[in-house]
């Protein structure tokens, strides 16, 4: 049996790239070679890496020889075409894009909900959108316990989940100089836009029937979610406003009790302290932050929930380095 591996990582100079360079170090996950990928204009550019600088390589059909996991950062079209290749020449893929995401044959996992399910890959994991997975590291033992009914979410999204370029269009904003890019279709500085992704026919977001569609598939169950998906002007960090109505009674000292103990979750949760999750202490953070627990008296059995994790992290690097930890923890 293997004790380290080759990892390659495609999309290594984009903002989710870099942070899943940083997660593979700060986690120890026992990395032989790295292997960053990108496109041709970036290589030979240096990413640090213990102690030691390694150089870009262009992202080819040829590139996964010898490697044992991929984790892709590089859009759906990079995933769609090289992810198979990379499978066909021996490695795991473990892929950020919506590429894979609801594909029957593909897992998509959160390694707090649904371990197993990474157990049954046919050679690529999906790694679910970023606003999914906090929700669903909180919903899990919650469902367990009480049985979920329906959940009522409204995000409050950060620019980088919108990667550099939401970051410099919001920097520029600031700074009233004139815009290196332009990336979302209004102003984001000073402003909220309740526009993630394209719309849909029915008036929805592609990013709110995301978390629709992927919140079943994590679960394994058919609980109905309606999502508002909005941008904020916040470098780092999604927040979300969560209402879950529960089949069974739900004391809100039992939610409260039952988080704390969950795996990936952190409950912030004094009020008389100002003591609430905020975007701001959970960037650079691998952990689920949870407050504002309280009892929702317009229903039966209902709870509100403000959950704030670090986009980048928890939301897509830190999952997919964690998601290949669970592969090698049965492998030792």
Known sequence: MKKLYTVAVAGATGLVGRTMITVLEELNFPVEQLVPLASARSAGMEMPFKGTHVKVRTLTAESFAGVDFALFSAGASVSKEFGPKAVLQGAIVIDNSSAFRMDPDVPLVVPEVNPKDAFKHHGIIANPNCSTIQMVVVLKPLHDAFGIKRVVVSTYQSVTGAG??????????????????????????????????????????????????????????????TATTVRVPVIGGHSEAVNIEFDRPCPVEDVR?????????????????????????????????VGRIRKDFSIRNGIN????????????????????QLLISQKQ
Do not use: C
Request: aromatic content about 6%; glycine content about 6%; proline content about 9%.
């Open 164 to 225: 550099k370029k939401g970051v410099n269009q919001l920097e520029d904003e600031i700074a009233k100089q004139p815009l290196r890019e332009k990336k979302f279709p209004h102003p984001i500085a000073y402003n909220v836009l309740p526009h993630i992704d394209v719309f849909l026919p029915d008036g929805y977001t592609k990013e709110e029937q995301k978390m629709t569609d992927e919140t079943k598939k994590i679960m394994g169950a058919d609980i109905p979610v």
């Open 257 to 289: 009790a039952i988080l704390k103990r969950a795996p990936g979750i952190i409950v912030q949760d004094d009020p008389a302290t100002n003591l609430y999750p905020l975007p701001i202490h959970a960037y650079g953070k691998n952990d689920v932050f």
């Open 305 to 324: 929930l403000w959950i704030v994790s670090d986009n980048v992290r928890k939301g897509a690097a830190t999952n997919a380095v964690q998601i290949a």
